[in-house]
């Protein structure tokens, strides 16, 4: 159901976003005045959602074996429908977000019943990359085939049209080749996390990476699944906010 809790957590800490650098870093001004530091797993540019100045949410989570106790978890940005909503800017939780989907059952009807799902499976030429999620289906299911699914975070937007990627990235170029390669002994799924809820259409970022335009498009072609999945960020929880469309694509 549209809305509906997918993952809880702790209530994030908000603050005001003073500056990020070094790719990994961000300093953040806390609602209590105190300025920390925290970890930023977004390398990329941060397209329409990095705003010094403006309003962010970092977890807390000490520990040992991190350099870091805080980790920058969302960012308020322009929504499409006027006013702001919150963005999932944490790359490194796309992954957990997609895995809960399918564990809920959200996406029964895309990829039939699964039996198992095990994570960062080597796959590829010579075995060299890891897929995010490799899905095992139900001896039942309409179509047995395995299934190499990768995710990719996306929080780019024009309008209400959500696009990645943001950069040009040869390693997202990579995974659609490989992608292509699985079929037909197997099926090929991606999944473009959609972490904002203000989007109501995905598209390649053509303008950002052209290359990966035309590689979307040949793996359209090729037989490659997409199933671009909304969701929305709050201080404590994360929603289900459907399935969104691919955007008529110019040739």
């Known amino acids: 159901m549209i809305g509906t809790p997918l993952l809880s957590f702790p209530p994030l800490a908000e603050g005001l976003l003073l500056k ?5 870093l961000a300093d953040v001004e806390l609602v209590s005045g105190e300025i920390v530091t925290a970890h930023c797993a977004n ?35 322009p929504s499409a429908q006027g006013g702001f909503c919150w963005v999932g800017i944490n790359t490194a939780l796309a992954n957990g977000v997609i895995r809960a989907a399918i564990e809920a059952g959200l996406l029964k009807q895309e990829l039939g019943p699964i ?15 890891r897929i995010d999620l490799f899905l095992t289906p139900e001896a039942k299911a309409p179509d047995t085939r395995t299934i190499y699914l990768e995710v990719k975070n996306t929080t780019w937007s024009e309008n209400s049209l ?29 999944v473009p996390c959609l972490s904002r809820p203000d989007v109501d259409a995905f598209a ?13 498009r040949q793996a359209l072609a090729a037989g490659v699944e997409v199933f671009p999945c909304c969701f929305g960020f709050h201080r404590d929880h994360i929603t289900w906010e459907g399935l969104r469309p691919i955007a008529k694509l110019q040739r």
């Open 115 to 129: 039996a198992a799902i095990r994570p960062e499976v080597t796959y590829g030429s010579n075995r060299r990359s």
């Open 20 to 24: 990020r650098y070094k790719r990994f």
């Open 162 to 190: 959500a696009l990645f990627p943001d950069t040009v990235t040869e390693r997202g170029q990579k995974h659609l080749k490989e992608l292509i390669g699985v079929l037909p002994e197997s099926r090929a799924v991606l």
């Open 43 to 77: 390398t990329g540019p941060m397209t329409g959602v990095l705003h010094p100045g403006g309003r962010v949410r970092l977890r807390h989570a000490p520990s040992p074996k991190r350099k870091l106790a805080w980790t920058w978890e969302q960012a308020e940005a």
């Open 204 to 216: 390649p970022g053509d303008s950002a990476d052209p290359r990966y335009g035309e590689l979307f």
